[in-house]
């Protein structure tokens, strides 16, 4: 993302133009599209006028947005042609007060650009990010995942809904006929069942297109859903560790087991060969912490969800299996201490008798 950021003058964006923002607006938009075909909208009725000047205005703020980000861009050619076909999604729902539009189904679906864009949008945030928290992770793989949903659901409920009054309107519903999408809410249902490869299979798409649809969001939905649930993992995991704190407190025991494990050498209460062996797992033991800070605080944008959880709970097992070999050797030369102690005060016990 290192080339990208150099065709910006800054990557601040104001705060209307916030990513989350225009995500969850660019859903209401969409929202507005629905509701416009389980509905019926007709024209020039209050509810029309007042859906479309909303929608009117979503539309104005989306092209402030590129505006917006296109003013901070040095590369106009290349934004032209990574940006120049989101506009293709800025279709009002005021065109429909055309005769020749107002039926138009292919207006609907170019809108639909708008949730592609969102998903992008989305993703281009999370790699912009010079540190990704593991909450912001699941925030945003959440929304990508609701958008990506909502939008399949779309596309499938047009093509079947088209289909089915079609071939099944008005006879008697059995058959093909009986799993044939014709409402959103079950359009959503069985996208949900879809993405996460579930399968009950009480909907199946009969159009060609929707198969396709169904096809790529299987294909997408595995990696996404799979990430999702591996993040949530790793949210739980640095909650149990207790964040922060973990990896502070790795390294002031280690220094402390140093500090003593030197003190006992000192005493000549070590020999040579165990003090070669405690030098080694000691020192293996920081490197492994280290390795794991690096994995946590410099590849947590460019490693996969799945790899982070894997890198620090190997690191996190390895620090422990260490320190418990160390913990050994330094309870018995505790106990050796404690031993050397009571019999030095035994001695002197004594002479004073």
């Given amino acids: 993302m290192a080339e990208e950021h150099e065709k910006y003058t800054t990557m601040e964006q104001p705060w209307w133009a916030n990513d989350g923002l225009i995500l969850v607006l660019t859903m209401v938009n969409i929202g507005i599209i629905i509701y416009d075909l389980e509905r019926g909208l007709v024209f020039n009725t209050t509810e029309w006028w007042v859906l479309s000047v909303i929608d009117s205005v979503l539309i104005a703020l989306f092209v402030a947005d590129l505006a917006e980000d296109h003013s901070r861009c040095n590369d106009k050619e290349w934004w032209w042609k990574t940006h120049g076909w989101e506009f293709l999604g800025l279709m009002p729902l005021a065109l429909t007060a055309i005769p020749i539009l107002r039926n138009a189904g292919a207006l609907r679906l170019l809108r639909l650009i708008r949730a592609f864009s969102g998903i992008l949008r989305l993703i281009g945030a999370t790699q912009r990010a010079k540190e990704v928290t593991i ?4 925030q945003h793989l959440f929304l990508i995942v609701f958008v990506l949903i909502i939008s399949a659901a779309f596309f499938v409920y047009v093509f079947e809904n088209e289909y089915y009054d079609t071939y099944c309107l008005g006879i008697n519903p059995g058959g093909e006929c009986a799993n044939i999408i014709h409402a959103f809410p079950d359009a959503i249902w069985w996208a949900v069942v879809t993405t996460t490869t579930v399968g009950f299979g009480d909907f199946t798409p009969v159009t060609w297109p929707a198969r396709i649809i169904a096809m790529c969001l299987m294909m997408i939905g595995i990696g996404l859903v799979g990430s999702l649930a591996a993040t949530l993992s790793q949210l739980f995991y640095s909650t149990r560790d207790d964040g922060d704190g973990y990896e502070i407190e790795y390294e002031a025991d280690v220094v402390e087991q140093l500090e003593r494990f030197a003190g006992w050498r ?6 040579e060969e165990e003090w070669d062996l405690v030098k080694d797992l000691l020192v293996r033991r920081m490197r492994a912490e280290i390795h794991m800070l690096k ?6 944008a460019s490693l996969p969800v799945p790899m982070q959880v894997a890198a620090k709970m190997a690191m996190s097992d390895r620090v422990k299996s260490l320190e418990s070999e160390l913990l050994v050797v330094e309870e018995r030369l505790a106990n050796e201490e404690i031993e050397d102690r009571k019999a030095e005060a035994e001695a002197a016990a004594a002479e004073e008798e």
């Fill in 295 to 300: 994995v946590e605080m410099y590849n947590a």
């Fill in 135 to 138: 909450q912001k992770q699941v």
């Fill in 266 to 271: 000192d005493k000549d209460m070590i020999g």
